[in-house]
């Protein structure tokens, strides 16, 4: 997974985010997206965090 640097992740809009208003769990390609999934804690977060990635790609193993 490539570096995500402060000023690419300050350029990417909020719907690259799997929690947009926080900002957190960038989403904007897939290995952030696994990424996301693994980092994700607690019962509300990662089921948040599981729609958003799904709902992007559902291709990814997590979301069969």
Known sequence: MAKLKA???NALPKSSFALPGK????IHDRSHAANALARASGKSVYSKVKAKVCARYPSL???K
């Open 7 to 9: 000023a690419r992740r």
């Open 23 to 26: 900002r957190a769990y960038p």
């Open 61 to 63: 193993p997590a979301c």
